[in-house]
């Protein structure tokens, strides 16, 4: 049965764990090339080989994505071992939770360099693969609090409007490229990466509760449906659909 990203060439960055291992085995269920960049301490190159094992393509490079070197060196090393990416998974990023007084100058720098910098840094380094092959779709993964703002998030906050903008400005600077670039924004997610969010804004009195996680969103979102909805804005499905943001959160920023 076809693939909704047969022939296609995607590279998913944080690729080896949460939403985006998630995302990384959907596209290549779903017929694409994989390549996964991550950290080299992850689990890259175990999943990229038991992604092999089960008859798919899929490579692994690690990086330090906020590191223009080390990024250009993964990128590479992708389409060396792939092909040209046609498909740009940004979806790499990390979170600090502390009151916005005792942030500091060095969390700033760090969220921006991992939640934003490595978006400019990966786009920038595959783009140039995408107007050679004729075109390609970039989803970059943003967040309810681009425009829901949480207390003890302030910095996060930042970060998640600039991907806003980013992936609205990219879609219209390369529209006439062929190239599609949309962001996706979950509500709070059920990972590691979640979990850790809300014991960390309980333990700073913010209401995470089960409950009010039910009262805002309904349940916690799981990361196939936020990998679903990138395999969408990836997918030629969404060919009319760019400079969107489509939110994957069960009505948390609609009420």
Same mark, same amino acid.
């Given at each position: 049965? *076809? ?5 296609? @060439? ?10 985006? !291992? *998630?995302?990384?085995?959907?596209? $290549? ?6 390549? =996964?960049?991550?950290?080299?301490? /992850?689990?890259?190159? *175990?999943?990229? *080989? ?9 490579? +692994? ?16 090393? =992708? ?5 040209? @990416? ?8 990390? &979170?600090?939770?502390?009151? +916005? ?12 360099? @991992?939640?934003?910098?490595? %978006? ?10 995408? @107007?050679? $092959?004729?075109?390609? /779709? &970039?989803?970059?993964? /943003? ?21 806003? %903008? +980013?992936?609205?400005? =990219? ?15 979950? #509500? +709070? ?19 995470? /509760?089960?409950? $009010? ?6 349940? %916690? ?9 990138? !395999?969408? !804005? ?8 760019? #400079?969107?943001? !489509? ?9």
């Amino acid at each position: 049965m *076809a693939g909704r990203l047969n022939g296609k @060439i995607a590279l998913v960055s944080g690729g080896a764990g949460g939403c985006g !291992l *998630a995302a990384s085995e959907l596209f $290549a269920r779903e017929g694409a090339a994989v390549g =996964i960049v991550d950290l080299p301490h /992850s689990q890259g190159e *175990a999943v990229a *080989a038991r992604l092999r094992d089960e008859g798919y393509s899929a490579a +692994f490079a690690p990086a330090d994505v906020s590191d223009e070197a080390q990024v250009s060196q993964a990128v590479e090393t =992708i389409s060396g071992a792939l092909g040209a @990416i046609t498909v740009l998974f940004n979806h790499a990023g990390t &979170i600090v939770i502390r009151p +916005f007084l005792e942030t500091t100058v060095e969390d700033w720098d760090r969220l921006m360099a @991992i939640n934003v910098r490595s %978006m400019f840094l990966m786009t920038r380094a595959v783009l140039p693969q995408m @107007i050679a $092959a004729g075109g390609g /779709s &970039i989803v970059c993964t /943003s967040s309810i609090s681009a425009v829901a703002a949480t207390p003890m998030e302030v910095l996060y906050n930042a970060t998640k409007g600039a991907c806003h %903008m +980013f992936a609205r400005s =990219i879609a219209v600077e390369f529209r006439d490229r062929n190239i599609r670039c949309n962001a996706v924004c979950p #509500g +709070f997610i059920q990972t590691p990466h979640g979990q850790r969010e809300v014991e960390e804004l309980t333990r700073y009195g913010v209401d995470v /509760s089960e409950a $009010a996680i039910a009262a805002q969103q309904g349940r %916690m979102c799981r990361p196939d449906e936020v990998a679903k909805a990138a !395999l969408y !804005l990836a997918s030629d499905d969404a060919s009319f659909v760019s #400079g969107t943001h !489509l939110f994957v959160d069960n009505c948390f920023t609609a009420v």
